[in-house]
């Protein structure tokens, strides 16, 4: 600091890497510093996926260089240069003694819990904390609030019809481009028998010096985390963002709309590239770039924006593509800003289940489980319909607490950070929250899941068996969760045709279903 005294220290947090958010606001190289550390806490209060702290890591090595190179003095603690475990909130106190400036500037963190302890922190040191807004996002918490407020119950697609209005995407005048607002009856495409044939294979960044170093510190310090990091291919600048960006839009998003929905494993153990091909298939592998803030959710909604007015993609891919950014995403921070942090312990169901082992391991002889965190332990990815119709579903019809879901999804996805991972998890996928954010449980049997994907042909299991030794588990336990929980479901009217199909089954196949159930989770348990 050639010895004057930092006047503000800017706080950047992992997943802040923006250069131009608003904790650079009226700041200025010559006076003031930036702030970023490798916590190791970070890493470990979930049993994080190496590839997923190697995202984080290698991306904020990325930003500090960029920084320094815009003439900042950058305060970087790194994780090889601590030996013990560290918290934010030491690194901070340490730092704060050392430098004491006049303010910390940050952004608002995304977590609750980071939050939290860097309110406490700053108190407990006597220094002014200035927390600013993220516009990163196009719904503040305060407009959200205002789309909350006089409502009897929340719902995406009427929050989305107000995002559409308001910022005037995809808008003819007052009216949806093309007369309507969802084009989702012509996106539950699948595969049919012959699979998603040629897809462009997603653009690789082949990590450089600065990621290669990160990947052999988290090889060695997180030795016995889950996943691995042979794959690890990831955007980590902003250059490369807004190239995987490009990549997406030109290769994959016309077809993105009418395979949203689909799954596909090749049966015979694939190449590399085309395991990776149909781990991706027409997805955007954007989320990870986009939760660290190295791209802004309206440049990528305007690129889906000119390609369908440029003619290069329909309108039900383009706008199945934008109500995921400016409906969904959006939609679920509202959620996490308004109901945390009681929302993290919320149990609808009261399960109480402890998570399989193998979603550790995918070892498991269901083959749409053993894909989905097989492809997860391998790339820390897996689509929306593997995450919420297969790992989820499975959590949620066997029982697992949601917590433990949580912070399963928390820890083995590159993308996960708590506010958009846990309401997707305990809200759409768990229905643990008990409808705040969705309007009814995502159940179904085994059916849907062959019918979206080719995992049931290769599987030991029938999914049109709900008892018997070929039995699909998913198929008994969907049965079994509508008997357990009949009664709480029977006032949602979005639940009558399932239990209407429930009221078919007599007493003896109640009971075979239940008996089934009871002897898979007690399998499930004693292989744990
Ligand atoms: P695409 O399918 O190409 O979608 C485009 C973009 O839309 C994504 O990059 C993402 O930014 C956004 N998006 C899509 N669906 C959602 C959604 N439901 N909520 C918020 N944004 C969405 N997404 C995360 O970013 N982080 C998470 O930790 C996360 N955890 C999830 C946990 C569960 C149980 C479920 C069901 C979903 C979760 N999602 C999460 C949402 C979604 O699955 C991922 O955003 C998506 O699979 C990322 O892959 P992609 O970039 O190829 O997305
Ligand atoms: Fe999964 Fe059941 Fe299909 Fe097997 S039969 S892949 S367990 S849904």
């Known amino acids: 600091m050639k010895g004057s005294r930092t006047r503000h220290l800017v706080l950047i947090l992992g997943d802040q890497l923006d250069a131009g958010s608003s904790a650079f606001d009226g700041f200025d190289a010559r006076r003031d510093a930036v702030w970023m550390a490798e916590a190791s806490e970070e890493s470990t209060h979930v049993w994080s996926h190496k590839a997923r702290i ?23 603690h790194t994780l090889d240069a601590a030996e013990n475990p560290t918290t934010l909130a030491d690194l901070v106190t340490a730092d704060l003694a050392r430098f004491r400036p ?19 922190t700053a108190q407990s040191a006597g220094i002014e904390l200035e927390v600013r807004a993220d516009r990163h996002f196009l719904c503040s918490h305060d407009d959200f609030a205002g789309h909350a407020t006089g409502r009897k119950q929340l719902r995406m697609e009427y929050f989305y019809r107000e995002m559409r209005r308001r910022t005037g995407v995809l808008m003819d005048g007052d009216d949806p481009e093309g007369g309507k ?18 897809i462009a294979e997603p653009i690789a960044f082949r990590p450089d010096a600065t990621t290669r170093a990160v990947l052999d510190l988290v090889a060695t310090r997180f030795a016995d985390h889950p996943g691995e990091l042979t794959h690890f291919d990831w955007p980590v600048t902003r250059d490369q963002a807004l190239e995987a960006l490009d990549d997406f839009i030109r290769n994959r998003l016309p077809q993105f709309g009418r395979y949203q929905d689909a799954m596909w494993a090749d049966p015979d153990e694939e190449s590399d590239g085309a395991q990776r091909r149909h781990a991706y298939l027409f997805h955007s592998r954007l989320s990870a770039a986009l939760n660290l803030k190295l791209l802004d ?4 909604i305007a690129a889906a924006e000119n390609a369908y007015y440029g003619g290069a993609a329909p309108l039900e891919a383009v706008e199945g593509f934008i109500r995921q950014i400016l409906g969904w995403r959006e939609y679920v921070r509202g959620i996490y800003g308004r109901f945390m942090p009681d929302y993290l312990d919320l149990n609808e169901f009261d399960a109480r289940l402890p998570l399989p082992d193998f979603y550790w391991t995918g070892r498991t002889e269901m083959n749409c489980l053993r894909h989905a965190v097989g492809q997860t332990l391998t790339h820390g990815y897996a689509h929306h319909i593997q995450r919420l119709m297969v790992t989820g579903l499975y959590a949620l019809l066997l029982g697992v607490d949601p917590r433990a879901v949580h912070e399963w999804y928390l820890a083995v996805y590159v993308d996960a950070v708590e506010w958009v991972e846990l309401p997707n998890t305990l809200g759409m996928s768990q229905f643990a929250d008990g409808g705040r954010m969705a309007s009814k449980p995502y159940i179904a ?9 080719n995992y049931c042909g290769n599987c030991r299991f029938d999914p049109a068996q709900s008892t018997g030794a070929t039995a699909c588990p998913f198929t008994t336990l969907y049965w079994d969760f509508l008997m357990r929980h009949e009664e709480a479901l029977a006032g949602n009217p979005r639940m009558t ?9 007599d007493r003896s196949e109640r009971s075979a279903i239940r008996g089934q159930a009871e002897a898979h989770r007690r399998q499930i348990e004693s292989t744990d």
């Open 497 to 505: 045709l399932q239990l209407k199909n429930l009221e078919r089954l």
């Open 297 to 300: 959710p309206r440049e990528i």
């Open 445 to 453: 049997s085994g059916k849907y899941v062959q019918r979206m994907s």
């Open 102 to 120: 006049e303010k910390i500037v940050m952004v608002e963190a995304g977590d609750w819990r980071v939050q939290s302890s860097l309110k406490e």
């Open 54 to 76: 190697a995202l984080f890591l290698a991306a904020m090595r990325h930003f500090r260089d960029a920084l320094h190179e815009r003439g900042w003095t950058v305060h970087y």
């Open 181 to 198: 607002w969802n084009y989702d009856a012509k996106n539950r495409g699948t595969f049919g028998r012959d699979g998603p044939g040629e």
